[in-house]
């Protein structure tokens, strides 16, 4: 059932059940986190490995700190710039949080989501709520509620609509427990803004396959069913595949075949459209069941690396 019920939402998650919640990000698959068979839910719905944490959303920094040994200075001072927003960041867990939720790792992602209508959500709560995407694992992630009721229907007691995402790809996730930040998942906050916060360039350690710091770092992921090739030149690409049902993913203001089903991120290079687009799209462009899915690489600044990381994972075979 899709709504926009926020009492009863809360009520369903009090009773142990999964909710579909929107951000700004993309929609997550919510339950109580403190509620270990609650958590296990998640993974079950999702089919989700248990050896890929999940990240923990409370309604603002004083809410985080009863989850975490601490707070760093680098953690609080980019949690005041950016939060409510597409910043997770990776602090020690406190023993409050149950090893389910972080895959055993003493490390857990928290985030404050900027939506609306899941801060008021948390606002009713007396627990912060653990949430992945809200999808099956490694497929394109919802940016609607409709994506949701698609891809997991009734195995979800409700799911709470708040129109599209803004953002429209997963938040950035900073480990804050080294001496210097890095960053373990590209996301909806660019690397340069983060700079300007914390006065040097971080450092970038995003893949991960085996006991996964932060959700995201595995190589495969983001996959619609279709083969999906990252292209460097798409003409050569086409006729490489020209024997197949091919559709392609663009960007900017170059043209291909009219005869071959396509879909342009922005037509004037906006990485922030781009974003918005990307799973969307990209859902659209499997649902019209092509063999393969020919995507361009965007240029690599800004939320363009997010893009071409979420890109890149989609093409792993």
């Known amino acids: 059932m899709i709504g926009h019920d926020v009492l009863l939402a809360a009520d369903n998650l ?19 986190a403190l509620n270990e068979s609650a958590v296990v839910s998640i993974f079950k719905i999702k089919n989700r490995p248990f050896f890929d944490p999940l990240i923990l959303h409370v309604r603002d920094l004083e809410s985080a700190v009863p989850y975490v040994e ?3 200075e680098a ?3 980019l949690a005041d710039q950016f939060w409510p927003g597409p910043l997770t960041l990776l602090l020690r867990k406190s023993k409050l949080v149950p090893d389910i939720v972080t895959s055993g790792s003493d490390l857990v992602a928290i985030r404050v989501p900027r939506h609306p209508l899941t ?16 999808n099956p694992f490694g497929y394109i992630s919802p940016t609607k509620a409709e994506h949701v009721e698609q891809q997991l229907g009734d195995k979800v007691s409700y799911i709470l609509d708040g129109g599209s995402s803004d953002v429209g790809i997963e938040s950035t996730i900073i480990n804050c427990t080294t001496e210097r930040i890095q960053i373990v998942r590209l996301g909806g906050l660019s690397m340069e803004l983060i700079e300007t916060q914390i006065g040097y360039k971080p450092e970038l350690n995003i893949s991960k396959n085996s006991n996964p710091l932060a959700p995201g770092q ?42 071959i089903y396509q879909l342009n991120l922005s037509p004037t290079e906006s990485l922030e459209e781009a974003a918005r687009n990307l799973f969307h799209y990209m859902r659209l462009l499997d649902n019209y069941m092509p063999e ?16 071409n990381d979420r890109l890149s994972r989609a093409s792993k075979h």
Not at 17 to 31: N, S
Not at 231 to 242: A, F, G, Q, V
């Open 218 to 259: 595995l190589d495969k992921h983001y996959a619609p069913k279709a083969q999906f090739v990252l292209s460097d030149n798409i003409e050569e690409t086409i006729l490489k595949y020209r024997h197949n049902k091919i559709a392609i993913l663009t960007f900017g203001s170059k043209t291909y075949d009219e005869s």
């Open 70 to 72: 601490s707070i760093p």
């Open 292 to 307: 393969v899915i020919i995507s361009v690489k965007l240029p690599s600044f800004g939320l363009g690396l997010a893009i």
């Open 119 to 134: 801060l008021s959500l948390l606002k009713e709560l007396e627990f912060p709520l653990a949430a992945p995407s809200a």
């Open 14 to 32: 009090r009773r142990g059940l999964t909710v579909g919640i929107p951000t700004e990000t993309v929609y997550g698959l919510a339950a109580n």
């Open 75 to 77: 953690a609080r001072k």
